[in-house]
Nanobody, 124 residues
Framework: QVQLVESGGGLVQAGGSLRLSCAAS????????VGWFRQAPGKEREFVAA????????DYIDSVKGRFTISRDNAKNTVYLQMSSLKVEDMGVYYC?????????????????WGQGTQVTVSS
């Protein structure tokens, strides 16, 4: 059984940093694409960033470029989302998701496996 477990969320002041982790069990991210999505209260879940595991190529939405960095650790089978210069509008539940097809899509439908999410709260 494949499980994705996010961690690292919490409360931070605007301008601060957090690092989210997404650890997989039951599956090795050898050819997957792994994405981060977020959902703010009252809003739809949106794409944030994704990484293609075998090449390391990345994609970000414009609003986080230069502030967020997605990366992977092969040995730990874990994907990270380093978030800096956090803004109130970054607040929400952050989910990681894995696409075994490795497409690195921005579409939620492309991802087969999802974690339960971790809450990120940014205070002004």
């Amino acid at each position: 059984q494949v499980q994705l477990v996010e961690s690292g969320g919490g409360l931070v002041q605007a301008g601060g940093s957090l690092r989210l982790s997404c650890a997989a069990s039951g599956r090795t991210f050898s050819r997957d694409a792994v994405g981060w999505f977020r959902q703010a209260p009252g809003k739809e879940r949106e794409f944030v960033a994704a990484i293609k595991w075998n090449t390391g190529s990345t994609d970000y939405i414009d609003s986080v470029k230069g502030r967020f960095t997605i990366s992977r650790d092969n040995a730990k089978n874990t994907v990270y989302l380093q978030m800096s210069s956090l803004k109130v509008e970054d607040m929400g539940v952050y989910y990681c998701a894995a696409d075994p097809g490795g497409i690195r899509s921005r579409s939620q439908g492309a991802y087969r496996y999802w974690g339960q999410g971790t809450q990120v709260t940014v205070s002004s």
